[in-house]
């Protein structure tokens, strides 16, 4: 067996738990990128699948849709037992955002139903006619979530039909922490934190103590953006109070958040040690 450096060990064991194949299989890859694990896993999730025409794919995609049904009476939905037992199979916690992005590929409606074409379509999509195949996905959006920004917003604004309850235009704030809470996972979704300084867990408090409403399309969407730039540049430097675009209640949180002794913490914590990289002349 070939020996390896430490580095190269850990890289062998987050490839192999991030896709789930062999460790030779892994270090292959490994060795193919140069030993870039961030590389050879893109390289890995992004080369073409090998299954038969898509064509094809309807008869076995259909089997595994109605191995899944509630109930006869509706032959082409299945609902919320038959969906949590579909997302067992796929080994796919309810509390992580892959649930969510499992549900955004085959464009389920709401959280405890799926319905027969839209699953086909999904799953035909990505050459995944069965358990097996749509289990192996189920990593390729783990990785996704972390490394793709588009595919992240995607998975984030489909999100909002499936945190709404049905018949309602905006989500309750009640859902809505809950789902933001999954998608700005610090583990598996967009950490929406900055140093020691929780923008998320700093937000869902202003909500609840301060803002008290449901939440609107528009405002859900901003707020990935007001996410991103905030980790992008946590100063909020880009931030002007006086001539702003944002929704009233991210205005309201920049300024609260400008006011918490964490934040005005870390800021000197971030200007300090942007000072110790400054270049003098003296």
Known sequence: MPSYN???KAAIRSFVETTGIKDSAAAKQLKASGWNLNAAVDAYFHTAPTSAAKTSLKPALNKVFDKYRDSASTPDQIGTEGTMAYLQALNVSLDEPV?????TQIKAPTMGELNRNEFVGGWEELSADTA?????????????L?????????VYRHSFLLARSPGQKSVALEAAVEFWRMLFSKAYGLDWSSRDFSWLEHFLDFLQEKWKKSIGKDLWDQTLLFARKTIDDPSLSWWNEMDSAWPSVLDEFATYAKSLPDYVAMVKTLSAGAGDGMDTDE
Do not use: C, G, I, M
Not at 132 to 144: D, M, N, P, T
């Open 146 to 154: 972390r490394s793709s920004p588009d595919f992240f917003q995607n």
């Open 6 to 8: 430490p580095q190269q």
């Open 132 to 144: 097996e195949k749509q289990k192996s996905y189920v990593a390729r959006f783990r990785h996704s």
């Open 99 to 103: 649930l969510l992005a499992v549900l």
